[in-house]
């Protein structure tokens, strides 16, 4: 049986995390702001369903690799709040998983945009 305030609830508590990135965390404001100028790219220019769906793809894993990131450097600085190079290398590799997630967004882009803007 669905328990609906149990679903309201998790409902409830994800939108308050999104509120916590986009008030807390630099970076996942940054992607927000790409985000939305890729949305509007996207009813701008007369783009087939697939490309579309693409981008919104790129959107979408971009920003929850930066959450997961951000969870992964929180709990971190919460388990150790002092330097050490093991918190570190970690929270580096996780940061290098949206880096490569950002920069294949980016080729997407391109090779989607390109032909409207020449």
Known sequence: ???FRKLYLSFKRAFHGLKIAVGKEQ???IHVI????????????????LERA????????????????????????????????????????SASAVLIASLGSIVIALLIFLPYLV
């Open 54 to 93: 693409i981008l919104v793809l790129t959107i979408i894993l971009v920003l929850s690799l930066e959450l997961i990131n951000s969870q992964i450097e929180r709990i971190l600085d919460f388990l150790q709040p002092n330097h050490h190079p093991q918190i570190k290398r970690i929270k580096d590799l």
């Open 1 to 3: 049986m669905i328990s």
């Open 27 to 29: 970076t996942f404001k």
């Open 34 to 49: 790409a985000a939305g100028l890729v949305f509007f790219l996207m009813f701008w220019f007369p783009l087939a369903a």
